[in-house]
Structure formats: structure tokens, C-alpha cells
């Protein structure tokens, strides 16, 4: 059955410290993946896709097919990165997604 | 551009009540998905349009739950009867619905009680 698993709940950092929300997945198909961003009183909205390879605010995320991971990366974490952030696998030919549970970052002074 | 509207924001109820939620998503978006998002755990598809016809409505509690998308816009999820489990947040999204243009925009969400 497809999965997508992120094992922390909570991540704490000190602002200037590197980042990584872990996010792993489990799909017999083609993966498409994704990190979604959850600011405080604001809509889920779409932060990075790995089919783009780019780099939003600061974060870069690398699929490792071989360890069926997608981890989120900041060298440097900021104050203003403090969100929910979810993982998310889109199953291939199809629009349907399958998110993990979330992972609260929190950065602090 | 209006993002998607979703309305009510909260809505409180008894079990064994009716409630219903309504989605506008954004103009020209063809596809549209219901997620329900119970406290502590990620967003999970209940049912997926594309224009007014459902692609995937396999996790839809269907003696309780229905939606329906007419003419291809806006779109109504209704409970009926609502239990004490169906607390939750229930999160409208669409998309473009082509290839490349596969991003979802969410809605605010409504929030339900059951009491």
C-alpha cells in the first residue's frame, strides 16, 4: 500500500541551524513528491516539488529512489520558517495524493 | 486571482445531525478535491472531480458522505448523519488538472465539531 511516513512530530532549531524534516515513502510506482507548507492562520499551500529541483525559500529536497526519501533541507533555518510542513506523493497517472502526518518546525532565537 | 472560498469556516453539531460544506474553487480550475484532515494527521483525499464527474471517491464514507460538483464548479460535500469521529477539518483544493500544471491550491478549510 502506498505510504508516506514523517517521523517527527516536532523538530525544534536554533535560527542559523541546518534544517531537515525527513519524509519517506512506500509506492510500487513512478513517485512524484512534494512538500506542502502550513504557516500559522494561513492555507496548506504547495512549497517545492522534486520534478522542478529547485530551491524555495532556501529549501531543497532530493528524492533518493534507493532509500524511497524525500528530505526536506535548510543550511540556514530562519524564525520565519516555523510551519507544518507535509510530504506528499502523488500516484503516478493520477492527480490523487497521499500525504504524511506533518512535522511541526519550530525555530527559535 | 480569488484563491478557493469555502464557507462555513466553523460549524458545530450534534451526532446524528446533517451538515454540508461548500467549495468555490478558482475559475477555471477543473480539477477539485475534498480532504478531510482529523487533529494530529495529514490531509486524506475523501473524494476527486474532474470538471463534474468523480475520478476517485474510493475513501469516501458513502452511507454517510456525498459530494457532488454541478456544472462543473462549485461543489458541496454534505454528512449526513455526522458521528463523533467526523471531527475535523474538511479542506477544499483544486487544480488546473493538466500535465505540468498539477499544483493544488487549498481553501481556508471548515472546521467541524461533532458534539
Known amino acids: 500500500a502506498q505510504r508516506v511516513t514523517q517521523p517527527e512530530k516536532l523538530l525544534s532549531v536554533f535560527k542559523g541551524a541546518p534544517v531537515e524534516l525527513k519524509c519517506n515513502y512506500s509506492y510500487s510506482g513512478s513517485p512524484e513528491l512534494f512538500w506542502y507548507v502550513q504557516y500559522s492562520r494561513q492555507r496548506l499551500q504547495l512549497l517545492l516539488r522534486?520534478?522542478s529541483r529547485e530551491s524555495i525559500k532556501g529549501f531543497t529536497a532530493d528524492l533518493n529512489k534507493g532509500e524511497t526519501s524525500f528530505h526536506l533541507k535548510k543550511p540556514f533555518a530562519q524564525e520565519e520558517d516555523s510551519a507544518m510542513y507535509y510530504c506528499?506523493?502523488?500516484?503516478?497517472?493520477?492527480?490523487?495524493?497521499?500525504f504524511g502526518t506533518g512535522t511541526r518546525l519550530k525555530v527559535l532565537a | 486571482e480569488a484563491g478557493v472560498a469555502q464557507s462555513p469556516r466553523y460549524k458545530i453539531i450534534e451526532k446524528r445531525q446533517s451538515v454540508a460544506f461548500w467549495c468555490n474553487p478558482i475559475?477555471?480550475?477543473?480539477?477539485l478535491y475534498w480532504y478531510q484532515q482529523i487533529l494530529g494527521q495529514g490531509p486524506k483525499l475523501l473524494i476527486q472531480f474532474q470538471n463534474n464527474g468523480v475520478v476517485d471517491d474510493s475513501q469516501l464514507p458513502k452511507d454517510r458522505f456525498s459530494a457532488e460538483r454541478l456544472k462543473g464548479v462549485d461543489s458541496t460535500l454534505k454528512i449526513q448523519p455526522a458521528k463523533l469521529e467526523d471531527s475535523a477539518v474538511y479542506l477544499c483544493?483544486?487544480?488546473?488538472?493538466?500535465?505540468?500544471?498539477?499544483?493544488?491550491?487549498f481553501g481556508p478549510g471548515t472546521r467541524l465539531l461533532v458534539l
Open positions: 522534486h520534478i
Open positions: 475559475s477555471g480550475h477543473a480539477t
Open positions: 483544493a483544486s487544480s488546473l488538472g493538466r500535465v505540468g500544471q498539477e499544483t493544488q491550491y
Open positions: 506528499a506523493l502523488r500516484l503516478s497517472g493520477t492527480y490523487k495524493y497521499i
